[in-house]
């Protein structure tokens, strides 16, 4: 059982390109979200998503984008990448028992430098 | 509103003493409520969870913490701190029907011999 997979593990971009970070999770959680961590802060989350077909905005969405066509997969688009967004990106899922949130699993991450 | 607040960024111990991360949440709603453990440079780690069944929740490698609903707390406590424990932690909350995860801003444990 791989749980949240993400890749890249790491990337380096140049101002302006754009790029999608993908996530995949083999737990059939409906639940799946995207949160950034940058040096020595918590998490942030950009968007998040409650099913197929799904999305909302976290926090901090502006310069990403997602979408969400299966349960499994929940991509991740930077376009036109700024220094800003040098970053820790996590990819997490969940699901609900009875009304509640359970626990969130996540992806290892992905570092992101944007120069 | 939904939030966490970890009261102390960080939090310093010799190796052997007990252990205390103190976190605070406001929920409208029953929480759920997590804390994770994140090592240099890894992933979170899931250490406990609290799901309204016993308000004294177990975690891995000794972790515990105690769900206060009066107090609105949900502190995390070890008797005896370990080298190895020297991370960051953060406190979780999710309070019934909601959609999001809220992470509070994380205490780095700082663990001395």
């Known amino acids: 059982n791989a749980g949240v997979t993400q890749t890249p593990k790491f990337r380096i971009l140049k101002i302006g390109q754009s790029m999608t970070l993908q996530c995949t999770q083999d737990?059939?959680?409906?639940?799946m979200y995207w949160y950034r961590q940058d040096p020595g802060m918590g998490l942030k989350l950009i968007y998040y998503s409650v099913g197929a077909g799904i999305t909302d905005k976290g926090e901090v969405p502006n310069g990403y984008n997602v979408s969400r066509s299966t349960t499994e997969d929940f991509p991740l688009r930077l376009e036109l990448a700024a220094p800003s967004q040098t970053s820790v990106y996590f990819c997490?899922?969940?699901?609900?028992?009875?009304?509640?949130?359970?626990?969130?699993?996540f992806g290892q991450g992905t570092r992101l430098t944007v120069v | 509103a939904q939030s966490v607040t970890q009261l102390d960024s960080h939090v310093s111990v010799s190796e052997g003493t007990p252990v205390l991360l103190r976190c605070n949440y406001s929920s409208s709603y029953s929480p759920s409520l997590f804390w994770y453990v994140q090592h240099p440079n890894k992933g979170l780690q899931l250490l406990l969870k609290y799901t309204s069944a016993a308000t004294l929740v177990k975690g891995i490698n000794g972790f515990e913490a105690e769900f206060k609903k009066s107090e609105t707390s949900f502190h995390l406590t070890k008797p005896s701190a370990h080298m190895s424990d020297a991370a960051e932690y953060f406190c979780?909350?999710?309070?019934?029907?909601?959609?999001?995860?809220?992470f509070g801003t994380g205490t780095r444990l700082l663990v001395s011999p």
């Open positions: 997490a899922s969940s699901y609900k028992r009875e009304g509640r949130n359970t626990e969130a699993f």
């Open positions: 979780v909350v999710s309070p019934w029907g909601f959609q999001k995860l809220v």
């Open positions: 737990m059939n959680h409906n639940y």
